[in-house]
């Protein structure tokens, strides 16, 4: 009796479950053809959410020290041993660490380290380099590479004499430094601009009997851009260095030594330029004057929303691209609409010559001078006509066409290859 009670309670839950695959195989689809798939939801990274900054703002928060972080490490390995191996070194560093603080980096400048203190000066870019902030590396140095790794030779590494193959795979093993590690010390999360310039791919003597000469092709992580002085396998003569005038150069290009740097300064002092925009035109440039011989490494992305200079106040406050013209236009032609019948602007009323009230008594001044008293503002009268505040309108609406017929010109005059300065004082005579 109790076992057919059980069978009777359990036998829809049976009968349930075992239908269900044949009922879910048996069940019409929908009309047209297999189910579609539900839509996939997916929260937007926070670097996708973060505002349109305007230039103005960006330049008042530059001025106020409240902008992203900046920071450079711009290493000179120039001497090896007791020796100066890579004479442009000293004079592109100072030119590069330069361009830099123009732009508003705090540079980290390291010159003929050794290797302790380059790993310890790498160490303290990690620590001080914020994850949203601005990353930059350039090593003007002495490179090798030894199955695929590429090396760093600091001042401590032995180079002297002719050695062997096997003697030169130790001491690079023992006294250089891997570019990984330098790559390991700027890489951060996505949305933050890293760049790592290499110069490093000089003819020696003692290097020559390595199997690949130059550089190799470095493994680098997401948002890491690189670029090297040279191309793969690759290596230049060292160049010839004239002594630098006294006093320095205000050009910071005419204090670079190589021609590598020379360019890679114009590109980083060029105004409104991102980072990866700047390595590409370094390696534009110099492909295009060897005529395609000069074939520089580049690989890599990163984030090209920041510029890679440091708005400046007026940079913020001139426009110089057409579409920032019709912006300032636009809101040119809103101020003129929105302002009120016989409201004067704050210079049209310090532009107006002071005027003595008709029936107003001068009295003497401190300095014997006749000195005017205020002039007593009286309300208008009630019930006066309102014509002439509606002629005033329309020629407000007028002027505000004219202006933005003026901005549209300017902004096809800018396109076309007008000078910012020039387009700057037509749109300032136009307000």
């Known amino acids: 009796m109790i076992r057919r009670r059980l069978f009777l309670a359990l036998l829809p839950w049976w009968l349930a479950a075992a239908s269900a695959p044949a009922h879910a195989a048996d069940a019409p689809g929908p009309v047209g053809g297999a189910p579609a798939a539900l839509p996939t939801l997916q929260i937007p990274a926070v670097e996708d959410l973060r505002p349109l900054v305007p230039r103005p703002v960006k330049a008042a928060s530059a001025l106020l020290g409240l902008g992203r972080q900046r920071l450079a490490l711009v290493l000179g390995l120039g001497t090896v041993g007791d020796r100066l191996v890579v004479d442009p070194a000293p004079r592109d560093v100072q030119a590069v660490a330069g361009a830099l603080r123009a732009g508003g980096f705090v540079v980290m400048l390291r010159e003929d380290v050794s290797g302790a203190e380059l790993r310890a000066a790498l160490a303290e870019l990690r620590s001080r380099l914020q994850p949203g902030g601005v990353g930059f590396v350039y090593v003007a140095a002495l490179g090798a590479q030894l199955d695929g790794v590429n090396w760093l030779l600091p001042r401590d590494m032995p180079l002297a004499g002719a050695p ?59 948002g890491v851009m690189a670029l090297f002085g040279h191309g793969l396998n690759a290596v230049q003569e060292v160049p010839a260095v004239a002594p630098l005038p006294s006093p320095a150069p205000a050009d910071l290009r005419e204090i670079a030594a190589s021609r590598f740097a020379r360019v890679l300064v114009g590109s980083i002092t060029t105004p409104r330029i991102s980072g990866p925009q700047a390595l590409l035109s370094t390696r534009r440039v110099l492909f295009d004057a060897s005529q395609g011989q000069d074939k520089l490494w580049l690989a890599g992305e990163t984030d090209d929303s920041e510029e890679l200079a440091e708005a400046t106040l007026l940079d913020g406050l001139i426009p110089r691209t057409p579409e920032e013209y019709a912006r300032q236009g636009v809101r040119l032609v809103g101020e003129r609409l929105t302002r009120a019948s016989g409201e004067q602007t704050v210079a049209e009323v310090l532009a107006q010559p002071a005027a003595t009230p008709s029936g107003a008594e001068a009295t003497p001044g401190v300095d014997g001078k006749p000195r005017v008293p205020p002039e007593t503002v009286r309300p208008a009268a009630a019930g006066a006509p309102a014509a002439g505040g509606m002629g005033q309108a329309l020629a407000t609406a007028a002027g505000a066409v004219g202006t933005m017929a003026g901005v549209a010109a300017t902004a096809a005059t800018v396109a076309a290859g007008a000078t910012a300065a020039q387009a700057a004082t037509a749109v300032a005579g136009m307000a």
């Open 164 to 222: 062997d193959a096997q003697t030169l795979a130790q001491q690079l093993r023992g006294h250089g430094v891997p570019v990984a590690e330098v790559v390991d010390a700027l890489m951060g999360p996505p949305g933050s601009p890293r760049l790592l310039v290499v110069d490093a791919a000089y003819r020696h003597p003692a290097l020559a009997v390595l199997p690949q000469p130059g550089l190799a092709e470095q493994k680098l992580p997401p």
